[in-house]
């Protein structure tokens, strides 16, 4: 089992940018897809973003769309969530998920794909 850490949460203000990361304790890693979730106090956790094993193929949440990059470095096992412009709306615990199918590239994964989790990251945005 893949684990995973996310890092780079915090307190901003709007329109201010966080990078969140996700680092991979295997090599495996680096040939999984990948995702970002989030979820806000309650409510139910919703898809951010997700890349294929490659980087290659990315597709986002419309919430996100424009705001949002996820990139990931295959030599530090390392997946990112750049995030500009972020608004009040965007505070959540970030988590990242790997799908575990290696060299898998798809236009779209379900969530229910994603079956190795990190612990997450608080990300607050005040006004």
């Known amino acids: 089992q893949v684990q995973l850490v996310e890092s780079g949460g915090g307190l901003v203000q709007a329109g201010g940018s966080l990078r969140l990361s996700c680092a991979a304790s295997e090599r495996a890693f680096s040939s999984y897809p990948m995702g970002w979730f989030r979820q806000a106090p309650g409510k139910e956790r919703e898809f951010v973003a997700a890349m294929d094993w490659s980087g290659g193929v990315t597709y986002y949440a419309d919430s996100v769309k424009g705001r949002f990059t996820i990139s990931r470095d295959n030599v530090k096992i390392t997946v990112y969530l750049q995030m500009n412009s972020l608004k009040p709306t965007d505070t959540a615990v970030y988590y990242c998920?790997?799908?575990?199918?290696?060299?898998?590239?798809?236009?779209?994964?379900?969530?229910?794909?994603?079956?190795?989790w990190g612990q997450g990251t608080q990300v607050t945005v005040s006004l």
């Open positions: 998920a790997a799908v575990m199918r290696k060299y898998y590239s798809a236009k779209y994964y379900p969530d229910t794909q994603f079956t190795s």
